[in-house]
């Protein structure tokens, strides 16, 4: 398996897990636990998808 297939693999996994977080998001009680899980989860969406743009950029290059 290669370094990008990985990093595809694992951002379907965090796709899942904010999905997971969002359909138990309570808004008539919100905590903070809740909102920083789902905060985390944007945030490594977000470090995964630029991953795979510099692995792309790599593949371009050389």
Not at 32 to 54: C, T
């Amino acid at each position: 398996m290669t370094i990008k297939a990985f990093t595809y693999v694992i951002l379907i996994m965090a796709l899942g897990v904010f999905i997971y977080n969002l359909l138990e998001l309570d808004l008539s009680n919100p905590d903070k636990s809740s909102i920083i899980g789902i905060v985390g989860n944007v945030l490594v969406i977000i470090s995964l998808v630029l991953s795979i743009l510099n692995l792309k950029n790599k593949e371009k290059r050389g």
